[in-house]
């Protein structure tokens, strides 16, 4: 389906064009016309799907409609799992605003950044705040925004943000709205945890979910090579000067650990940066300008990179550890692949992590060849899982027991 077929405002669509925004995807295509209609959503969708321009687009057109005041009241509010995302949503809004007579002022509520300047921007007067759970909380606590204005919440990535523990803000935020809104809920995955959300946010939402012609695992071509635990730097670096990769992602399983071999890496002449929760936000910003501007050739980054992280041209995602989370698989491998583009990602399978690959390929549905290269042979073998020892008939408390030693504590 083509943009032009939604009749949306002409300085919408011209926007659109001058992006290149010419068909729609599946789940824009589902989601526009809802959100026109005025329906709250629960969307089940992947990463690199296009949901974002899927509620930004109709809910620009929906502000366009509306009577603004003199100072400009908050008609939206998005919350994000990530710094990262909170500027990228923010900016697809003012992409598409861009050639509006009369612009909508927009607010990115992150922490890592001066919670005085926000403060200040939302005390001016916004239309849109796009914030990260907790900067906002902190915001609110300070009793310093009013969202008694709301016509729009939208929640981005949930699934992400209940793994980062965002029930319990979520219910602080949740009594600061007023119950006349529009709901838009976005994730990838419905576990019972979302859904339980879902029912505290709305009871009336359409279902709406992607149905992809192929998952996005099977899009992006990928290998598995085995390699000893302590030869996966040294096997990098010759992955990347053989073949000469202009942009490489690579995913580690800490933050000290992205910080060292990034170091060694530039010792061995390659441009190399690590990025992580720890960088204030501003080196998180420029680190990522960086890295589009292909200033930086290798990024060593933790899971913070696994969703939200736009970046149309990486060349190959690297699995240097496992993911813990089997369906962070899908989400890591898709940071390669974008805009139609040829993707390619790799995985480092050692004696220790391979049993946790077959789970992997297991649940993501795939089998890869483990490949072995020349030079890099693995040795050994991967440990014998132990079966743990069985529990020895009667040596544990009975309920009763517990219950009998808990009253006599009493009754001292």
Same mark, same amino acid.
């Given at each position: 389906?083509?943009?032009?077929?939604?009749?949306?405002?002409?300085?919408?669509?011209?926007?659109?064009?001058?992006?290149?925004?010419?068909?729609?995807?599946?789940?824009?295509?589902?989601?526009?016309?809802?959100?026109? /209609?005025?329906? #709250?959503?629960? &969307?089940?969708?992947?990463?690199?799907?296009?949901?974002? &321009?899927?509620?930004?687009?109709?809910?620009?057109?929906?502000?366009?409609?509306?009577?603004?005041?003199? +100072?400009?009241?908050? @008609?939206?509010?998005?919350?994000?799992?990530?710094?990262?995302?909170?500027? $990228?949503?923010?900016?697809?809004?003012?992409?598409?605003?861009?050639?509006?007579?009369?612009?909508?002022?927009?607010?990115?509520? %992150?922490?890592?950044?001066?919670?005085?300047?926000?403060?200040?921007?939302?005390?001016?007067?916004?239309?849109?705040?796009?914030?990260?759970?907790?900067?906002?909380?902190?915001?609110?606590?300070?009793?310093?925004?009013?969202?008694?204005?709301? /016509?729009?919440? !939208?929640?981005?990535?949930?699934?992400?943000?209940?793994?980062?523990?965002?029930?319990? =803000?979520?219910?602080?935020?949740?009594? /600061?709205?007023?119950?006349?809104?529009?709901?838009?809920?976005?994730?990838?995955?419905?576990?019972?945890?979302?859904?339980?959300?879902?029912?505290?946010?709305? @009871?009336?939402?359409?279902? !709406?979910? $992607?149905? =992809?012609?192929?998952? @996005?695992?099977?899009?992006?071509?990928?290998?598995?090579?085995?390699?000893?635990?302590?030869?996966?730097?040294?096997?990098?670096?010759?992955?990347?000067?053989?073949?000469?990769?202009?942009?490489?992602?690579?995913?580690? &399983?800490?933050?000290?650990?992205? #910080?060292?071999?990034?170091?060694?890496?530039?010792?061995?002449?390659?441009?190399? =940066?690590?990025?992580?929760?720890?960088?204030?936000?501003?080196?998180?910003?420029?680190?990522?300008?960086?890295? +589009?501007?292909?200033? %930086?050739?290798?990024?060593?980054?933790?899971?913070?990179?696994?969703?939200?992280?736009?970046?149309?041209?990486?060349?190959?995602?690297?699995?240097?550890?496992?993911?813990?989370?089997?369906?962070?698989? !899908?989400?890591?491998?898709?940071?390669?692949?974008? &805009?139609?583009?040829?993707?390619?990602?790799?995985?480092? %399978? @050692?004696?220790?992590?391979?049993?946790?690959?077959?789970?992997?390929? +297991?649940?993501?549905?795939?089998?890869?060849?483990?490949?072995?290269?020349?030079?890099? /042979?693995?040795?050994?073998?991967?440990?014998?899982?132990?079966?743990?020892?069985?529990?020895?008939?009667?040596?544990?408390?009975? +309920?009763? #027991?517990?219950?009998? =030693?808990? $009253?006599?504590?009493?009754?001292?």
């Amino acid at each position: 389906m083509q943009f032009s077929t939604f009749n949306l405002n002409e300085n919408i669509q011209k926007s659109l064009d001058e992006n290149k925004y010419i068909s729609t995807t599946q789940i824009q295509e589902k989601v526009i016309p809802l959100v026109l /209609e005025n329906k #709250d959503l629960m &969307a089940k969708a992947q990463t690199g799907s296009g949901k974002t &321009a899927g509620f930004v687009l109709p809910i620009l057109e929906k502000w366009l409609g509306y009577n603004h005041p003199k +100072k400009a009241k908050i @008609t939206t509010l998005v919350l994000v799992p990530t710094r990262e995302l909170t500027l $990228q949503v923010a900016n697809t809004f003012e992409i598409f605003s861009k050639n509006f007579n009369k612009k909508p002022k927009i607010v990115s509520v %992150i922490g890592g950044a001066s919670i005085g300047d926000q403060l200040l921007d939302i005390q001016k007067g916004c239309d849109i705040v796009v914030a990260t759970a907790g900067r906002l909380l902190d915001i609110i606590n300070k009793k310093q925004i009013d969202l008694s204005t709301l /016509e729009f919440f !939208v929640l981005d990535e949930a699934d992400k943000m209940l793994d980062l523990g965002f029930s319990d =803000e979520l219910d602080e935020i949740l009594k /600061e709205l007023p119950e006349n809104r529009q709901n838009l809920l976005f994730s990838a995955t419905y576990p019972q945890k979302m859904l339980d959300i879902a029912s505290k946010i709305t @009871t009336s939402a359409v279902k !709406v979910e $992607q149905e =992809e012609e192929a998952p @996005t695992v099977e899009k992006i071509q990928q290998r598995a090579i085995r390699v000893n635990s302590e030869n996966r730097g040294p096997l990098l670096r010759h992955l990347i000067q053989s073949n000469d990769w202009p942009l490489v992602l690579v995913f580690m &399983a800490n933050k000290r650990a992205s #910080d060292n071999i990034a170091a060694k890496f530039r010792k061995h002449g390659i441009e190399a =940066e690590s990025f992580h929760g720890d960088l204030i936000q501003e080196e998180r910003v420029e680190t990522l300008e960086d890295f +589009k501007a292909k200033k %930086i050739n290798v990024l060593f980054a933790t899971d913070i990179a696994a969703r939200g992280l736009h970046i149309d041209d990486i060349t190959c995602v690297i699995n240097f550890d496992l993911p813990r989370a089997t369906a962070d698989y !899908v989400h890591r491998i898709g940071r390669t692949g974008r &805009a139609g583009k040829d993707g390619l990602a790799i995985s480092f %399978i @050692t004696n220790e992590n391979s049993e946790h690959f077959k789970l992997i390929e +297991k649940r993501c549905k795939i089998s890869l060849e483990k490949e072995v290269l020349e030079g890099f /042979e693995p040795t050994g073998k991967a440990p014998v899982k132990q079966k743990g020892a069985q529990a020895v008939k009667g040596k544990r408390k009975s +309920k009763k #027991d517990k219950l009998r =030693e808990a $009253q006599a504590n009493k009754d001292k």
